[in-house]
């Protein structure tokens, strides 16, 4: 392809605790997207286990591994290599005695050009993710990649404006956003995937940069009950519009193409960032400004 | 209707150099959307005159009055009084040497409760406005109204999610855009509607408030060529979905009602306010945070 055109494909499966499976049907999806053209392929959130955090289990925290010599990386670092794509991973990350959602930014010959730790944490019935996760503190991050300058927040991240700007103006081209969400066991009708895909096609549109978010698949049974998780992955063009999306319980991939280059002059000549006002935004810096 | 219980209306039509005119019809507007039950009526942006930016004349600078001895704001506030109703209200304000497209902010007992100054000035064809406009020195404001907390943008800043963000961390439950967009004298293919409204959904969908947008339609003739204005004036709930919304090209008001305080509970105990982390913001206050 040439300078500046890229081919980006979510993938979504079903997880269970076979975790040899979970990592193998993951390759499969990988190789699968590079088949079909894709130069960065995104997986979800914490494939390699159920979604841990359904409930507070203090076993779990075993299932955390140290950044720099986590075998699942040294693994997809491989398969990235062989394969020439932009791999993005997601895994449980042990640090002494703090403990990350985490995301490796693997390159197409195989780097791990960093890591990024999730920043905002969610709390409520099935998503006990304060009970596990240290809030990151590595601040909101872009990479230089083969196919672009990518940047990457995790599931909850995917909610927050601020992320998705800090990474647009750091000149990020494309934003990845590797989920697990589904509905809740105390509250199996709630379906949030609207609410979810409008908060993203937002970000979209109003940093024009592409928006690619992956998402879990499957019922996973808990201590606290049952939860469905509602894929729906999806990919969006620098307005917000869904250029591709994935039903809610397929194991699939998805893909969609961009001239990186054209959407640039475009965001250039729509003029957000030249008009841009930092002199008035230090309201954003605050938990509460109002009198209330 | 009990406490937090609001219907908010966005109402849109085409504006001719007959300013008495428009004002008149804007007031028919204000009028039927009370009848119906409206408590906040949102007119769009500069309605007492064609949208004059489409060009560059020095004579529009005549069309700029004070804030504090504007006859039409005068009138409204009657208007506002006799109805009942919240009534932002658009205008262009001279303010000796400054000039701003300003937005004054009346309650349901008439009274003028302050002004906010557009923020984020365009530029572009037929989008003239940094030739007319100071960028404005309001910051971003709300207000407690008879009917709930509200805060507004005006057009441009619609794009911009730090706008919205700042009038939600001050308690807004609503954010209200006076608007004036269409295609371009240049590029009459071009319709961003789409684009447009997922960027304001999406500042719904992130902050978990009622968004309407009121927007001018009918097409303007001016010395740069014609330009269509677009209408399709929208509502949105708390996750970005759209409840109501007009047409590309007919005058019409469109209404949605909502119970602010449920939205209030629902806002909470998701969380996303609980969770913000402005210690990883400060990108969001520079104007380049990356290498390239």
Chains 1, 2 share one sequence.
């Not at 809030?135 to 990649?145: A, E, H, K, L």
């Not at 909610?159 to 800090?166: D, I, S, T």
């Not at 992955?233 to 307005?239: G, P, Q």
């Amino acid at each position: 392809m040439g300078a500046g055109k890229v081919t980006v494909a979510a993938t979504q499966m079903p997880c269970s605790w076979d975790t040899d499976d979970n990592i193998a049907r993951a390759e499969a999806l990988v190789r699968s997207a590079a088949k079909e053209g894709a130069n960065i392929v995104l997986l979800q959130e914490l494939f390699a286990t159920p979604y841990f955090c359904a409930e507070q289990k203090q076993e779990f925290f075993a299932l955390a591994q140290p950044f720099d010599k986590h075998p699942m990386l040294a693994h997809f670092s491989s398969v990235a290599r062989e394969l020439g794509v932009v791999l993005p991973v997601s895994f449980f990350e042990r640090a002494n005695n703090a403990y990350f959602n985490a995301l490796a930014i693997i390159d197409t010959d195989g780097t791990i050009l960093g890591k990024y730790r999730k920043s905002h944490i969610p709390d409520g019935g099935g998503y006990e993710e304060k009970f596990y996760f240290n809030p990151g503190n590595t601040g909101f991050q872009v990479w230089d990649t083969e196919f672009g300058r990518i940047g990457a927040g995790i599931c909850w991240d995917q909610w927050y404006p601020e992320c998705a700007r800090a990474m647009a103006l750091q000149g990020a081209d494309i934003l990845l956003y590797p989920t697990a969400i589904g509905n809740e066991p105390a509250n199996h009708s709630h379906d949030s995937s609207a609410h979810w895909q409008r908060a993203m096609q937002g970000h979209a549109a109003s940093n024009m940069v592409v928006v690619a978010a992956s998402n879990r698949i499957g019922t996973e049974t808990s201590g606290v009950g049952s939860m469905t998780f509602y894929g729906s992955s999806f990919v969006t063009d620098e307005t917000g519009a869904k250029v591709a999306e994935a039903s809610r319980d397929e194991e699939c991939i998805i893909t969609a193409s961009f001239d990186l280059e054209a959407i640039r002059l475009r965001r250039a000549a729509w003029g957000f960032f030249r008009d841009r006002r930092p002199d008035l935004y230090g309201t954003v810096m605050t938990l509460d400004a109002g009198a209330a």
